[in-house]
Structure formats: C-alpha cells, structure tokens
C-alpha cells in the first residue's frame, strides 16, 4: 500500500508531496505564445509557500525559465538556504529576463555550468538538492554529454542529484546507471498513468516526479476542460497542454469521465484535488505530485491532501475502471 512518505536520494525522508512553482513565475513568451500562467502576486505567492512550509511541505520544484528567471528569485526570497526544504530547478531553456522571451535551448557543458551558478544566485542556495534537464528529447551524445557535466557538479557539491524532465521514456532512460541519476520527471495524473516510465522509476530506484497532477488544474474541479483562459496564459493555446487534460478521444469525452469519478474522488471527505493526488499515491509508491499553485487557499488545500493519503484500492480500481472505459 502507498504512503505518503518517500526517502531522497541523500536519505532524508519527507512527505510524498511536492509543490511546482511554473505558475507563480508570472507571464513569459515564446515569441507570441504565452508560456506562462498569467500575472501573479509575488507577496501571495511567497504566502502560500509559507503556508505550504507549515503544513509540512518539504520539496519545491522551479525552473530557471518560468518567468524568465522570476519564479527562482520568488522561491529563493521564500525558502532562502532553508536545508529543511529540498529545492529542484531545471535547466535547457535558454531566456532573457528582462523581456521574459524564450530564446533558444541549451545543454553543453560550458552553459550548464553558467546556469548553475544564475540559477543558485536567484534561489539563494549553496546547492540545489536536484538538477533536471529540461528538454525532453535530447539524444545520443548530447545526452552523454550533458550528463558527464551534471556528474561534474556532484563532485564540485554545486547539486546534490540530477534528473530528467521528460515524457519520451526512450530518452530519459538513457542515463540509467548514472551514479548520480535519481528523478525523472513526467506528467502523471488520471488520464496519463504514465505506465512505462514508471516501470523505468520502479526498476531503477529512481523518484517519479509528477507534474500536471491535476491536469493543468483541471482536476480541482473549478472548471470544465474546455474552459477559456485569458491570453497571457499558457492553457489558452490549446495543444500541446490540452494533452495534460484529455488524453482520451475527445474534450466532452474527458470531461464526462471526469464527472463520472468526481464523487469517487471526494471519498473519505476528500475535495476534487485532494482526490486526485490520493489517486496518485495509491497508484505508485515512488510517486511524488507537484501541484502547482498561486494562492494560500490552494496551497491549504493541496497541502490537505497529507492528511487522508492515498485512496483505497477498491476506489482506485472504480475510478480507473471509468477512466478507461464507458460511462454509463
């Protein structure tokens, strides 16, 4: 039966829940296309990490280009060099802050060594307890590559472990057998069982971190899967993060099955999000959710989900029966 504990790689244990700071980095582009969630309120958000921090919550996960660098320094102003608290970013992206543009990738040694160091001053850490790629396909010797210089920085003590952020399995476990190599992160939630790299995660010892846990927020239940967001927010584009959403046959398709779980997923006194994180627990033991958030509500509410755990094995087979199947 899962839990809601889970042992890092350097041995600390901590509850199996994680928060993801993408949407309190506040808007960042690629050329016309928001990448971001929208504007945000640095002294809300730093609230609700606080919050988060006090109901137990002891792992953060940001990357250096949510925001252009902006969700690093709110964290960093946040957190500081708490050791208590686990801190992962990423790093691939290539960004100028102050016009918050995508502009390019990159994965060389010569540049994760500078982005190391950019992304260690904005979290006012000494080091950072996981490092992750950010570009999901990377190959062949570029993948050899980048991860002989993330085992660099082990040695050097700038990180602690390093990782993957990836949904294409046939990549990411290339760098199994990494000495260093502990964490792949993928999207993970009821409609994306994520079944084959987590077989990768179980053989290998390695932590699943879950992004998209409640598909893009849909899973909180405060809107349909066809909802219309505001212009300088990324769920407003369409593909590709309506895939986080409905990974079925059509929207209507995946908002039915969605109503069809909703009651299932308040069991035991549950809300809708923290049914759909005890789905996830009970779905995979080395399964660690990063919810994402901009306010405290959400942060309690997320937060919450510690308290009833995992869903019961009877609900969890119910609730995948409609997922996969027809809804009646």
């Known amino acids: 039966m899962s839990n809601t504990k889970i042992t890092l790689w350097d041995g600390r244990e901590i ?15 690629a050329d016309a296309v928001p990448i971001g969630w929208g504007e945000v309120d640095d002294n809300e958000s730093k609230a609700a990490i606080a919050a988060a921090v006090d109901l137990g919550v002891r792992f953060f996960d940001t990357a250096d280009v949510y925001g252009a660098g902006h969700s690093e320094k709110v964290l960093g102003e946040a957190i500081g060099n708490n050791h208590d608290v686990a801190i992962a970013t990423k790093f691939g992206n290539q960004f100028d802050e102050t016009t918050k543009q995508i502009t390019g990738k990159g994965h060389d040694r010569a540049y994760i060594r500078s982005a190391v160091e950019a992304s260690l001053r904005r979290l006012k850490r000494d080091a950072i307890d996981l490092y992750q790629l950010h570009i999901d396909d990377l190959d062949g010797e570029d993948a050899v590559e980048t991860q002989s210089a993330l085992e660099e920085l082990v040695k050097e003590g700038k990180i602690k472990a390093y990782g993957w952020s990836s949904d294409f399995p046939k990549h990411s476990s290339q760098w199994v057998g990494g000495e260093n190599f502990k964490a792949i992160q993928h999207d993970l939630n009821l409609f ?3 079944n084959e790299t987590l077989k990768i995660v179980n053989d290998n010892n390695l932590v699943s971190l879950n992004r998209a846990p409640l598909a893009m927020g849909m899973l909180g239940g405060a809107y349909k899967v066809n909802h219309t967001f505001g212009q300088d927010d990324v769920r407003s584009i369409g593909e590709p993060w309506l895939d986080k959403i409905a990974k079925l046959d059509t929207v209507d398709d995946a908002q039915a099955r969605f109503d069809a779980v909703k009651e299932l997923l308040h069991t035991g006194g549950r809300t809708t999000a923290q049914g759909a994180l005890g789905w996830i627990w009970a779905h995979n033991d080395r399964a660690l959710p990063i919810p994402g958030f901009r306010t405290v509500a959400q942060a ?4 919450g989900a510690l308290e009833f755990g995992p869903l019961d094995v009877e609900t969890l087979a119910e609730i995948d029966s409609i997922i996969k199947g027809e809804v009646v």
């Open 300 to 303: 309690k509410e997320n937060a």
């Open 15 to 29: 509850p199996r829940l994680g928060f993801g700071c993408w949407a309190i980095g506040g808007p960042f582009w």
């Open 192 to 194: 994306i069982p994520a």
